[in-house]
């Protein structure tokens, strides 16, 4: 089973303030996912990166896969207390039907 | 939308129960997981199923069962419950290979 290390585990920022989040492998995934998880909620999918180097925007989010597909990036712009929440980045080694392997995620806090 | 439905959000039952836990899809997918989610731990594969009558072992199998007789229905069987599977159970499901997952709300469990 592949390993992804994700950091920081922990982030609480003011309202306004940039944050990225990392998420680190020293294998190579065919894909990589971010969710998202709030409370009580199960995660929810933000978004799929599939080719090494790809950069996919949603609003302020902004998700990098990293050129070697080990890597891979969340930054968030001008943050804002909803994006409060637990984010997970989950590795697809590809090739059959395995569950993903996710990373321990981090918890993100935006202070209003 | 994906409606991946788990049979309940919060479940108390008492050690040495055989405890059955339902996930049940709406979309047709070929593909079905069941993890558990711990503090500290992040998400951890029990069982998948690619297939109806399928199932393959995750990285935690020990202690669970699964049953998956229709294609939309997979359940996770714990034969004789422990404390130690106190936790947080996630159902997700997907299209087929390579195709992201999409989970239910999640079943907190504790084993008293």
């Known amino acids: 089973t592949q390993l992804l290390e994700q950091s920081p585990q922990f982030l609480s920022i003011q309202e306004g303030e940039n944050l990225t989040v990392y998420c680190n492998s020293s294998?190579?995934?065919?894909?990589l996912q971010w969710y998202r998880q709030e409370p009580g909620e199960g995660p929810v999918l933000l978004v799929t990166v599939v080719t090494g180097g790809e950069v996919k925007k949603l609003k302020r989010l902004t998700f990098q896969f990293g050129d070697a597909r080990k890597d891979s990036s969340l930054h968030i712009t001008a943050a804002q207390p909803g994006d409060t929440g637990l984010y997970l980045c989950?590795?697809?080694?590809?090739?059959?039907?395995?569950?993903?392997?996710f990373g321990k995620g981090t918890h993100l806090i935006i202070q209003p | 939308d994906v409606k991946v439905t788990q049979s309940s959000r919060y479940l108390v039952k008492r050690t040495g129960e055989k405890v059955f836990l339902e996930c049940v899809q709406d979309m047709d997918h070929e593909n079905m997981f069941w993890y558990r989610q711990d503090p500290g731990l992040g998400l951890r594969l029990i069982y998948f199923s690619y297939d109806v009558k399928m199932k393959e072992k995750g990285d935690i199998p020990e202690g669970y069962s699964v049953s998956r007789e229709k294609k939309e229905r997979f359940s996770l069987i714990l034969e004789s419950a422990s404390t130690n599977q106190t936790s947080m159970y996630l159902c997700a499901s997907r299209t087929g290979f390579w195709q992201p997952q999409h989970f239910g709300d999640g079943t907190r469990l504790s084993i008293l």
């Open positions: 294998s190579v995934f065919s894909s």
């Open positions: 989950a590795g697809d080694e590809g090739g059959g039907a395995d569950g993903l392997t």
